[in-house]
C-alpha cells in the first residue's frame, strides 16, 4: 500500500497560555511512500516525527493537508477504521493478558462478516508469533518477558491483523545497544517477509540508515531531505543533514570560494570549479581524509586512537568551527607528522561546500 | 548482629509500647469480658466464664434486628456505591472543561459533618404535621401519596438509610477511582483505538481491569466501613434507634455499653466479637475473589 502525505500540516496551541502564537509540529509536508518499502522517519527530538507518525496512523488530526493510502483518502477516516498497525515506543501491552490475548485482541475485535473462528484466530495468532519467534512465551503475561520479547508481542499484536501500513514508534530505543541491533535485523526480515509497507520513527541515524529502504530528515517540522540512506548522506541538500548523518559527525569549517579554489585559512585545499567567490562551510566527512605528505590539508595532530579496524586521527585546524577534527583513516595507513602537523589530502566526494548565510550545499561541476 | 537485634528491638519498643497498651490489651480484654458471665459494672464482679453472653446476644430480639439492618445497609450500599461512583469517576475522566470544580463538588460531602448531612436528609424526607418534606412533594407530582420516611414502616426508612449511607460513601470512592482512572495510560487506549476496539469492550477488557485493584479496595474497605455504620444512623434516627428499629451491630454495642438499657460490657463484647467474625469472615471471601480477579 502506497502512503502519500499531501501539505500535511499539524499545530497546536502553545502549552504556555501567554503566547497565542501556536506551535507548528508538521509544516507542509508532502512526500509519498512507496508500496512494500521501510521508512525511516528521523529527526531530532521534537522535530515533529512522532505526530507524523499519528497522523498517518489517525491518532491525531492534522490542521490541514490530505493523507492517503493508496489512492484513498483516509484523511477523516479513524484511526480504527484505518487499518493500521502501530508500534509504540513502551509496547503499550495489555499487562493483564497473556501473551496470546495480546495478539488475539486486535482479531476479537472484529464484528459481523469480519469476525473469524476461533481456530482460524487462534491459528493466526500463531502464526505472528512464529513469524517474531515467541511462540514458547505464548501463556507468560508481559511482566514476565524482557524488553526485547515485549518488543516482538507487540509487533506481533501490530501484524496479527494483516494491516496495511506498519508504524513504529521509536521501536527501538528501550533496548540495550545489542539487542537493538539484532531486533533492528529482525525489524527488516519481517518487513521484508510481509511485505507491508513500514513507517518507524527514529532519532539514531545509524538505525535509519542501516535498515531503511528510504529515510526522510526532519528538522522542526520541516521536511530536509528524502532518499536512499547513501544518496543522503552522500549528498546531503544541506547542513543540517549533513551533520545529522554519520558517526562519527561531519568536520565543519569556515572557508571561502575564491577563484574556483576553496580556502580554508590561508590554505586553498581543494579545486571547486564553476563556484562562485564567497564564505562557505565546508563538511569533511571523517573518511575524506588520506594521509599524504604533499597533501593540501594541514592540522595540528593531536591523538591517534587505534581501534583496531581503523584509525582516528584527532587534530586541530584554526579554521575548524568545532573543537577536534576526527578522521578516520585505514589502520594499514601510516600517520607521518612534519613538526606537530599532520598532512592529509581530501577526497572530493566526501566534501560538501554550504552557504554561509543559508547553509544549503552548493553544488559543484563534476571533477 | 547481636547488638543490631538489640538495637532493632529498642527502636520499635516506643511502637510495640503503645499499640500493646492501647490496641492489644483493650483487645484481649474485648475477648475475655465476653466470657465472662454476669459480669456486674458497680462491683466488677461476675460468676463464672462461659458462652452465655453469646447465647444472650444472639437471642436477643433487638441484635437480630441489628444484623439484620446491616446486612441490608451493606448489601445495598457497597455495590451502588461503587458503581455509581465508577460511573461518575468515567464522566469526570472524559470531561475536560469544569473537571476541577466538577470534582471539588463531588467531594464535598466528604468534608461535611455526618449530623449536618443528616439533619438535611431529615429535611427532605421527613413528614411534619407542617410539611412533608421535600421527597413526598415529589412523590405527590408524580401522584403517589405521602410516605413518613423517618417515623413511617420499615422499608422507608431502610431506603433513606441506602441513600444516605450512598450519598456520604461516594466522594472517596469518586477520588479514588478519578485517581485510578486517570493513572491508566494513554497509550492502552491508543493502541485499542488503533485496532478497532468498540468503547465497551476498550472498558469492559482494559479499563475495568486495570483499575480492579482499586476497585476491589474500595469493596473491601466498603464492606468494612458499612459493617461499622452507627453514626450515619443516629443522625437520621436520633440516638434511640432500637425504638426505631433501625438499630446497627455497633448501635447495639454502643447501646449495651452506654444507652438507656446499658450497662452491659459482657454483652457488648460478645456483640462486638460477633461483629468482628462477620467482618472477618466477608474480608477473606472478598479477598479470595479479588485474588482470582486482579490479575498483576
Known sequence: MKVVLKNLTKRFPNRNKKIHEDVIAVNDFSFEIPDGQLIGLLGPSGCGKSTTLNMISGLEKPTSGRIFFGDDDVTEVPAENRGVGLVFQNYALYPHLTVRNNILFPLQNLKGENRLSKEVMNQKAEEAAKMVQISEYMDRKPSELSGGQQQRVAIARALVKMPRILLLDEPLSNLDARLRLQTREELRRIQRETGITTVFVTHDQEEAMSISDMIVVMKDGILQQIGKPQEVYDHPVNLFVAKFLGTPAINVFAGSVRDGKLYMGDDAVMDVPGVADRDVHVGIRPEAFIPDENGPFKARLSRIEVMGRDTSVLSEHPAFEGRTIRSIIDSDDEVKTKDGYVLFSLKPNKVHIFDKETELVIEREAQ | ?296
Not at chain 2, 451493606?74 to 465508577?86: E, H, K, N
Not at chain 2, 462477620?278 to 471471601?285: A, D, E, G, L, M
Request: proline share 4%; charged share 10%.
Open chain 2, 1 to 296: 548482629m547481636k547488638t543490631n537485634g538489640f538495637k532493632g528491638w529498642l527502636y520499635l519498643l516506643p511502637a510495640i509500647l503503645f499499640l500493646g497498651i492501647f490496641m492489644i490489651y483493650p483487645l484481649v480484654d474485648v475477648i475475655v469480658y465476653s466470657f465472662e458471665e454476669g459480669y456486674n459494672f458497680a462491683s466488677q464482679s461476675f460468676f463464672g466464664y462461659g458462652l452465655y453472653n453469646f447465647s444472650y446476644v444472639l437471642h436477643d430480639p433487638f441484635f437480630l434486628q441489628a444484623v439484620k439492618n446491616t446486612f441490608i445497609i451493606v448489601m445495598i450500599t457497597v455495590p451502588v456505591s461503587t458503581g455509581i461512583s465508577l460511573l461518575i469517576s468515567l464522566g469526570l475522566n472524559s470531561i475536560k472543561p469544569l473537571k476541577e470544580l466538577f470534582q471539588t463538588i463531588f467531594f464535598l460531602p466528604y468534608v461535611t459533618n455526618t449530623l449536618a448531612v443528616g439533619l438535611v436528609f431529615m429535611i427532605l424526607f421527613k413528614k411534619t404535621a407542617y410539611s412533608d418534606g421535600l421527597m413526598n412533594l415529589l412523590i405527590n407530582a408524580f401522584g403517589g401519596s405521602s410516605v413518613d420516611f423517618i417515623d413511617g414502616p420499615y422499608w422507608a426508612k431502610i431506603t433513606v438509610m441506602c441513600i444516605y449511607t450512598v450519598w456520604i460513601v461516594m466522594p472517596f470512592k469518586i477520588l479514588i477511582l478519578t485517581s485510578a482512572l486517570a493513572g491508566v495510560k494513554q497509550d492502552y487506549y491508543n493502541a485499542a483505538k488503533v485496532d478497532g476496539t468498540s468503547r465497551f469492550r476498550t472498558f469492559y477488557k482494559i479499563t475495568l481491569p486495570m483499575i480492579s485493584p482499586m476497585i476491589f479496595y474500595l469493596v473491601i474497605t466498603g464492606f468494612i466501613g458499612a459493617f461499622k455504620a452507627y453514626s450515619d444512623e443516629v443522625a437520621i434516627f436520633g440516638t434511640n434507634l432500637n425504638a426505631a428499629g433501625m438499630n446497627t451491630i455497633v448501635g447495639y454495642v454502643y447501646d449495651m455499653l452506654y444507652g438507656d438499657s446499658g450497662g452491659y460490657p459482657s454483652y457488648a463484647s460478645a456483640a462486638s466479637l460477633i461483629l468482628f467474625a462477620i467482618v472477618f469472615t466477608i474480608t477473606v471471601i472478598n479477598l479470595m475473589i479479588s485474588k482470582k480477579n486482579v490479575q498483576y
